[in-house]
């Protein structure tokens, strides 16, 4: 089955800074990738996502980079703020598969 | 605003004592999940419904159980909750024009057991 790994596993970043979380999948036939935010408390909102006929998607201060051949997806903020503090996950699918395989999170930190 | 609903958002049982957790949803999906997550853990799939079709995961263990009397109801029966089953439970749907892949969670409830 699918396996997707995250890293890093925490990151903290001052205020208006970039961050950057990178996820790797095994499955080549892998071809939805989606990112879900998780407040303390609360479940996963899924904030972005792509699918394999793009390299890129963005959304205001948020984007995602897929890069197929070496089976790798990336999350990019920008702009930094306190309340994107939070647990991010990535997750892979493939269209028909009731399943997401998910990453194991990346606690990201926004210092004031 | 069309959402997944979860009742309650917090449970207290006792070991041993039979509980059930409900979620429901406005969206009109035809898929609906049941996650366990644990403390600094992802999400972790027991089971989810295609229509009224029960797919099961093979690690799921059998004290879990789900029914789904209707699109917009799933409720969750732990049997005999263990110390281990102390958990958030969260509940998912998919489906409708955004497809199955996308799929949107419930805020979840936070079980303790006693």
């Known amino acids: 089955g699918e396996n997707v790994e995250q890293h890093p596993s925490t990151l903290s970043v001052q205020e208006g800074d970039s961050a950057v979380i990178k996820c790797t999948y095994s499955?080549?036939?892998?071809?939805?990738f989606p990112w879900y935010k998780q407040e303390l408390g609360k479940g996963p909102q899924l904030i972005i996502d792509?699918?394999?006929?793009?390299g890129e998607k963005k959304d205001q201060r948020i984007a995602v980079t897929l890069n197929k051949t070496a089976k790798h997806f990336s999350l990019h903020i920008t702009e930094t703020q306190p309340e994107d503090s939070a647990v991010y996950f990535c997750?892979?699918?493939?269209?028909?598969?009731?399943?997401?395989?998910f990453g194991k999170g990346n606690q990201v930190v926004v210092i004031p | 605003d069309a959402m997944v609903i979860q009742n309650p958002r917090y449970q207290v049982t006792q070991f041993g004592k039979p509980v059930t957790l409900s979620c429901s949803q406005t969206?009109?999906?035809?898929?609906m999940y049941w996650y366990q997550q644990k403390s600094s853990q992802a999400p972790k799939l027991l089971f989810h419904?295609?229509?009224?079709?029960?797919?099961n995961e093979a690690d799921t263990p059998d004290n879990f159980q789900s029914r789904r009397p209707n699109t917009s109801f799933c409720f969750l029966d732990i049997r005999s909750p263990g110390l281990g089953d102390a958990a958030m439970y969260l509940c998912?749907?998919?489906?409708?024009?955004?497809?199955?892949?996308?799929?949107?969670f419930g805020p979840g409830t936070r079980l303790t057991v006693l």
């Open positions: 998912a749907t998919s489906g409708g024009t955004s497809g199955h892949n996308e799929q949107f």
């Open positions: 499955d080549s036939a892998s071809n939805y």
């Open positions: 792509i699918r394999s006929n793009v």
């Open positions: 997750a892979a699918s493939y269209y028909g598969n009731n399943r997401l395989a």
């Open positions: 969206l009109n999906h035809n898929v």
């Open positions: 419904y295609y229509d009224k079709d029960f797919n």
